[in-house]
């Protein structure tokens, strides 16, 4: 079992956590352990390595400041994420935020949400656990950073997955502080446009009948969802950022829609309106705002803001870059194994003596390292599934950035034996 660290001292908020955990957590195969106490903050920060960092933020016992100079200044401490909670009756998210921009700061959830969002907090970062190490990765390994969801038609989780890829941008200064939230929700409302109405097939019509009648979306997406091949459909979200700009793409499996017709009906329409307000939303904040001619996909630009430069990562940033597409095969079994390669986007099937063994995504952060560390030939044939990005990394590079960030050869160990311990599962099972 993995540990994830839970830094709180408060009993209520404890017992929020331990409804949330008992509801939809015990799945999960983590332990969480609670610490409150500066000292065993540090030594278990420092020696027990957790993967995940669960942060009261509004806890008198634990100040932030201290936390997060101690992160800063040691850089062993960097292989977790946080998860923020705070009291917003009392606080301001956006200055959280900021007290913890040195941190690698996920998420921030309200106290209201922890009994309904965490453990899906938790469960979405630790199954694209690629997001724990994004900002170093990006920070000294190489210029881009980018990430992709296969979200289901829950429209109460959308917000979560809005949050992630946004507040990286806003911990890493590239968009403003109060930009935050409008983009967040900006593209909260696309993704829940494109469950509601792409996916699900809801039209304007009926929206306006079940609201008008008492009801609720949420309520109207779960009786769609009882069709097997609607529950089936898939939201895709991706985003990529440059040294200039990140660009977001929504796409849905529905049959999409007219959007000069929908952008018509909703040009006099007030902004919070239950009718049209993702693309409202979206063109408000966005610098690029277009659609595929079909209607189901949208690609959202946003510009980075001006005045503050940022320093070119040195790692991996001059590595080839690779784009896969479906079919393409990455390296064969027998190969020699002379490159690492570091998986931006994708999914990829493994393959050994001629059948398919097993599945590489983005949450394994590497394929192919145990032939490049060991000498040895490739073990089995890799393909790409989807359109797909690689970086390929040589020798010389890796040896040179882990001289330079000593610090990752616990994270690669790590990874090894997360790997190593599913392969014996896969086997004993």
């Not at 900006?186 to 304007?204: D, K, M, Q, R």
């Not at 769609?224 to 898939?234: H, M, P, S, T, Y």
């Not at 063109?283 to 705002?289: K, M, S």
Request: with cysteine; aromatic share 8%.
């Amino acid at each position: 079992m993995g540990l994830i660290a839970f830094i709180n001292s408060q009993h209520e908020v404890l017992e929020r956590l331990r409804d949330a955990y008992q509801q939809h957590g015990q799945r999960l195969g983590y332990t969480i352990r609670m610490i409150s106490s500066e000292q065993r903050i540090q030594e278990t920060l420092n020696y027990d390595l957790p993967e995940l960092v669960i942060l009261n933020c509004a806890d008198p016992q634990v100040r932030l400041s201290s936390l997060a100079e101690q992160v800063r200044t040691d850089s062993w401490l960097h292989s977790f994420g946080i998860i923020g909670l705070f009291d917003g009756s009392r606080q301001n998210e956006d200055e959280i935020a900021e007290q913890l921009r040195e941190l690698n700061l996920l998420v921030l959830l309200d106290y209201s949400r922890i009994r309904s969002h965490l453990m899906k907090c938790v469960s979405i970062i630790l199954g694209n656990r690629q997001l724990i190490f994004q900002r170093e990765v990006s920070s000294h390994f190489t210029d881009r950073m980018s990430g992709s969801f296969q979200i289901d038609n829950d429209t109460l989780a959308v917000p979560i997955y809005a949050g992630i890829p946004v507040t990286n941008l806003a911990q890493m200064g590239l968009i403003q502080p109060q930009d935050k939230l409008k983009l967040q929700l900006a593209l909260s409302e696309l993704i829940i446009n494109a469950v509601e109405h792409g996916n699900c097939g809801i039209t304007y019509e009926e929206k306006t009948a079940a609201l008008e009648s008492g009801g609720s979306v949420v309520d109207l997406v779960q009786e769609r969802c009882q069709d097997v091949e609607i529950a089936l459909k898939r939201v895709r979200f991706s985003w990529e950022s440059d040294g200039t700009q990140t660009t977001f793409t929504i796409r849905d499996d529905g049959d999409g829609f007219d959007v000069a017709a929908v952008r018509e009906k909703t040009r006099t329409q007030d902004l919070y309106s239950q009718h049209g307000r993702g693309i409202h939303m979206a063109e408000t904040i966005a610098d690029e705002l277009r659609y595929n001619d079909q209607g189901n996909e949208v690609t959202m630009v946003i510009r980075h803001r001006e005045g503050e430069e940022r320093q070119a990562p040195q790692g991996f940033s001059g590595e080839q870059t690779l784009f896969p597409q479906p079919g393409d095969v990455v390296f064969r079994e027998g190969e020699r194994g002379d490159f690492l390669y570091y998986i931006s986007s994708g999914h990829f099937s493994v393959h050994h003596g001629g059948k398919q063994v097993g599945s590489i995504t983005p949450a394994d952060i590497f394929m192919g390292e145990m032939s490049f560390l060991l000498n040895n030939l490739r073990s089995a044939t890799v393909i790409a599934e989807t359109d797909a990005k690689l970086i390929k990394i040589t020798r010389k590079a890796f040896v040179e950035v882990m001289k330079q960030y000593p610090h990752y050869g616990i994270f690669l160990s790590k990874l090894l034996a997360r790997k190593l311990a599913r392969s014996n599962e896969a086997r004993s099972s």
